[in-house]
């Protein structure tokens, strides 16, 4: 397990905090910096998907161009509370290595507030990569959780977006890479691994 990077979590961190990415409208997302938190417009009934990887949501957003997701925003969380979304999540997928049977997945799925898919990483053109990127969804009690506990700071990354489409655009991907953060693989312990069906892992 320790040596497989297909489902690695990759991300740009500190000892006590990690930085995911989510893209907003214009409303949400300066709202958001002025309180450093998420506030109306932003809904808390509905599912929240946070990113660690840069790219993916350069991906998911179209370089900050589509409906509602021109601004992309760096958010940095507690360690801590990453990793409570991390051990109490589902696989939105049911894995029939991680689960008894169908029943016992939907059972997990149920009682979880947080969801966790697996997506291709993507490159400067958004070509997938032969490896896997961690999406995490909130809900209920986890979206409270992110909102009133987490988050550390909300900083605007849509203007960094922005600078990289333009160097990608201008085919000066050397440039482009310099803009990036840095994101490194973030360790967790096997049994959390486990949970969320990573092939990365560290003994404890």
């Known amino acids: ?19 995911v990415y989510q893209a907003y409208s214009d409303e949400i997302a300066d709202a958001a910096l002025g309180a450093n938190t998420f506030v109306s417009p932003f809904k808390r009934g509905r599912m929240t998907w946070i990113k660690p990887s840069f790219l993916w949501v ?3 957003s179209g370089w900050a161009t589509k409906p509602n997701q021109e601004r992309v925003l760096a958010i940095e969380i507690t ?12 696989l939105s997928h049911v894995d029939e290595s991680l689960y008894r049977d169908k029943s016992a997945w939907e059972a997990r799925m149920q009682a979880s507030c947080v969801r966790v898919q697996w997506d291709p990483e993507r490159d400067f053109n958004f070509t997938p990569l032969n490896y896997r990127s961690i999406q995490i969804g909130l809900k209920g009690e986890a979206v409270d959780r992110y909102v009133d506990e987490w988050i550390v700071s909300i900083a605007d990354a849509t203007e960094q977006i922005r600078t990289v489409s333009r160097l990608v ?19 967790i312990p096997e049994d959390v691994a486990k949970i969320i069906g990573a092939s990365y892992a560290v003994k404890e």
């Open 169 to 187: 655009s201008s085919g000066r991907l050397s440039e482009a890479g310099k803009e990036l953060p840095e994101e490194k693989l973030y360790d």
């Open 58 to 60: 350069a991906y998911r």
């Open 79 to 90: 360690r801590s509370g990453f990793e409570w979304a991390l051990r109490n999540a589902c």
């Open 1 to 19: 397990m320790t040596d497989n990077l297909y489902r690695a979590i990759r991300a740009k961190f500190t000892d006590d905090t990690i930085t």
